[in-house]
């Protein structure tokens, strides 16, 4: 099975960016579609972008979409998620998952990383 690790979340004003990464180990992430999803206090978690498992397919919320961008770096067997243009209202615990290319749900889930934007 594959572990997750989020890093790169922190404070930063809006209008800002931040990188996130997602780092895998113990399988290879070629053999998963890998998703950011984020939790606000208070709220349901939520999908935030997706990268299937050849790194060729995206998709993307529609809150974040123009302002996000996720992509692979197979040789780090890591995901990243880029974000600009930050707004208040994207702070929350952003959280990486994987599902394997069989397509039967997100199966494994990184502890999460907190993303805090002000004003």
């Known amino acids: 099975q594959v572990q997750l690790v989020e890093s790169g979340g922190g404070l930063v004003q809006a209008g800002g960016s931040l990188r996130l990464s997602c780092a895998a180990s113990g399988r290879t992430l070629s053999a998963y579609h890998v998703g950011w999803f984020r939790q606000a206090p208070g709220k349901e978690r939520e999908f935030v972008a997706r990268?299937?498992?050849?790194?060729?397919?995206?998709a993307y919320a529609d809150s974040v979409q123009g302002r996000f961008t996720i992509s692979k770096e197979n040789a780090k067997n890591t995901v990243y998620l880029q974000m600009n243009s930050l707004k208040p209202e994207d702070t929350a615990v952003y959280y990486c998952?994987?599902?394997?290319?069989?397509?039967?749900?997100?199966?494994?889930w990184g502890p999460g990383t907190q993303v805090t934007v002000s004003l």
């Open positions: 998952a994987a599902e394997p290319i069989s397509g039967r749900g997100y199966d494994y």
């Open positions: 990268i299937g498992w050849n790194g060729y397919t995206t």
